[in-house]
């Protein structure tokens, strides 16, 4: 093996752990535990769970320590390492015909356009993977660590059609390897992005009775709609769906609610919040989203806003403040923004809120999420308006773990041009009750 496969170089040391107790530092490398290679953070957490081990550690200066350590069970040792995942990045081998990455203008950060599909991440981080990188092997690792939940990009159960849609042919094997998984009773949620004319009508009726059948540890599966920008030259012609369609999916999906509820108590398969929207149809209630398993993918956002703002403002009374303040948000969430915000207004009439709805105009206006409006979109058709003292961000918009928009405007470049003070809300009903009525709110929950 090439030494960098062998060695992990540690970058940092916890203050008060068992490393820095070790004389431990930043230079290191992580030879070896208990004898054995560490591939990555997987074989590291699981090696070094137990009370009594051995690690090798090659010193700055070229010296090899071995120290037998004692300690509680799964007590970490504070080690931090160049990267998270303690190897590199998987990149995808498909060539979906949907996918968002391809559809990215020229000229973005480069970390923009990695296509990841790195089964690893997806328990880190709740990414979904398509399975088509993982061998026997990756499998058995997952089941032998309980790498779960596994968060799975279906789209399809028939293979010969998830062959073509992903443009890879060894892509059809993915209820193989899921089998694999129900069989190590490894929890998984699933996702179908659906795209008119191919994997929708008869072939989702096909996917959801399939996938049923990986009950009960196949949690829930999600279905949203493929976002589309308007840089898809030379790419598949694919097309938007209409209100119609949206309403077909919604009469499919809930039609196998009802029946698996019966057989299961859980109503396992969601429609994303798109397609009530798109079809002009009332939220379902909360009880039929089943905890809320598939937030990330859009799925009852609205309807746990809704409930989170009414909670939170059940038991709060008028302050009499006076303040005018704003909220940007994209096309999907702003009507129910606007409804939200009157809600507030009635109990606390001093506050003067307005609500822009921001087009994206940087991807095209058929992507209205707000966690696609960039900068760019905020500083041109904010600019001028009347913004009050302060202007309030869903957390969304911005990187993750970065104070900078998709196309690298910051929020203070925002705010300059704004001339206006931004504050970043959390994605919560009562972080946004909170940030609006910033005075009696600051501490937490009403």
């Known amino acids: 093996m090439k030494k960098n496969e062998l060695e992990h170089r540690i ?47 090659r010193k700055e200066n070229g010296e090899e320590w071995e120290l037998e350590i004692e300690k509680e069970y799964e007590e970490d040792l504070g080690l931090v390492f160049e990267s998270g995942l303690m190897d590199e990045y998987r990149s995808c081998r498909n060539k979906c015909i949907f996918c968002f990455i391809d559809q990215m203008p020229p000229g973005m950060r480069e970390t923009l356009y990695f296509k990841d599909d790195d089964s690893r991440l997806s328990f880190l981080q709740g990414n979904y993977v398509t399975l088509t990188n993982m061998s026997q092997e990756d499998l058995e690792r997952v089941i032998r660590y309980r790498l779960e939940p596994i968060n799975i990009s279906f789209h399809t159960t028939n293979p010969e059609l998830r062959c073509w849609m992903l443009k ?11 089998k694999l998984l129900w069989d190590a009773g490894i929890e998984m949620n699933g996702q179908i992005v659906l795209c008119r004319g191919i994997n929708d009508g008869e072939e989702l009726e096909r996917s959801i009775r399939e996938l049923s059948g990986f009950l009960p540890f196949l949690k829930s599966v999600s279905i949203v709609p493929v976002g589309l920008t308007r840089y898809r030259q030379d790419l598949y012609p694919l097309e938007p769906f209409s209100r119609e369609d949206a309403k077909a999916v919604i009469d499919c999906i809930e ?34 989203y089943d905890g809320y398993p598939q937030l990330e993918n859009g799925v009852g956002m609205l309807r746990l806003l809704r409930e989170e703002t009414q909670e939170a403002l059940r038991n709060l009374k008028d302050d009499g403040a006076q303040e005018e303040l704003s909220i940007a948000t994209g096309l999907l969430a702003g009507p129910c923004i606007e409804e939200l915000c009157r809600k507030i207004q009635k109990k606390f009439p ?13 991807f095209g206006e058929r ?31 911005l990187r993750e773990g970065e104070n900078v928009f998709l196309d690298d405007v910051s929020v203070g470049e925002l705010e300059k041009a704004l001339q206006t003070k931004i504050h970043i809300v959390k994605s919560s009903g009562y972080d946004f009750v909170s940030a609006v009525i910033q005075n009696i709110m600051r501490g937490g929950k009403a």
């Open 11 to 57: 970058t940092g040391v916890e203050p008060g752990s068992i490393a820095e107790e070790l004389e431990l530092e930043a230079g290191d490398a992580l030879l070896l535990v208990n004898g054995q290679t560490v591939k990555d953070v997987f074989d590291y957490r699981y090696l070094t769970n137990e009370e009594y081990l051995t690690v090798l550690i």
């Open 168 to 178: 890879n042919r060894f892509a059809g094997d993915v209820c193989q390897k899921a």
């Open 255 to 288: 039609r196998w609610q009802r029946r698996i509820f019966q057989e299961h108590g859980t109503h396992f398969i969601h429609a994303s919040d798109e397609w009530y929207l798109l079809a002009e149809r009332e939220l379902p209630e909360a009880e039929r």
């Open 350 to 362: 001093g506050r003067k809120i307005h609500v822009f709805q921001v087009k994206n105009h940087f």
């Open 367 to 397: 992507i209205t999420v707000s966690g696609l409006i960039t900068g760019q979109d905020l500083k041109e058709q904010l600019k001028g308006k009347e913004l009050g003292s302060r202007l309030l961000l869903p957390c969304n918009m």
